[in-house]
């Protein structure tokens, strides 16, 4: 089971990467269209607007990979010289905390998920549902949680990491 939730939290990162890549083609066309208006082209109708959402999704996307890869950034300064068991407690301790704040932000995505499909509300220049995007992050926030589950149980020897699993480490300061 846990190998399916860091295989899960790698393909979002790959749907995330992929969802980035068509953002940067589209704003390429956009500036592009603005460039040559007098030839009779235009900007992409929405850009800004599929860019906010975009990005949004995409970095929903991209934090369970980070966290599962030890891609976070750290503060080494204290964090180095404790003992191996203090290192652990505060690793434990937190990925504990970062669990609560995803679920909580998890739970506040629904809601806002909720209250923008109820009010219909929509973006201003493509009139699309903002709550697809809610929807697309919540996905994401969800995914979030349970690799934060997963890497607590890791680290709590109630699992283990997947076979040849490597974390990365800043070992260069």
Not at 126 to 138: R, T
Request: hydrophobic fraction near 55%.
């Amino acid at each position: 089971m846990i190998s399916f939730i860091y295989r899960l939290a790698n393909w979002t990162a790959i749907v995330g990467g992929i969802v980035l890549v068509a953002l940067t083609l589209m704003v390429v066309a956009s500036v592009a269209g603005r460039a040559l208006i007098g030839l009779g082209l235009g900007p992409v109708p929405g850009d800004f607007e599929l860019v906010e959402v975009g990005v949004g999704i995409a970095i929903f996307y991209f934090l369970p990979w980070c966290y599962l890869r030890g891609g976070h950034a750290t503060v080494d300064l204290l964090y180095m010289h404790m003992p191996n068991l203090f290192k652990k407690a505060v690793d434990l301790f937190s990925d504990v905390a970062m669990l609560l704040v995803w679920l909580v932000l998890t739970w506040k995505l629904w809601e806002g998920m909720l209250e923008k499909k109820e009010y219909l509300e929509t973006t201003f220049i493509l009139q699309m549902p903002i709550w697809w995007a809610y929807a697309f992050c919540l996905v994401g926030a969800v995914i979030g949680c349970i690799c934060y589950v997963a890497k607590t149980l890791t680290r709590l020897g109630l699992a283990s990491e997947p076979k040849g699993w490597t974390v990365e480490t800043n070992v260069s300061h």
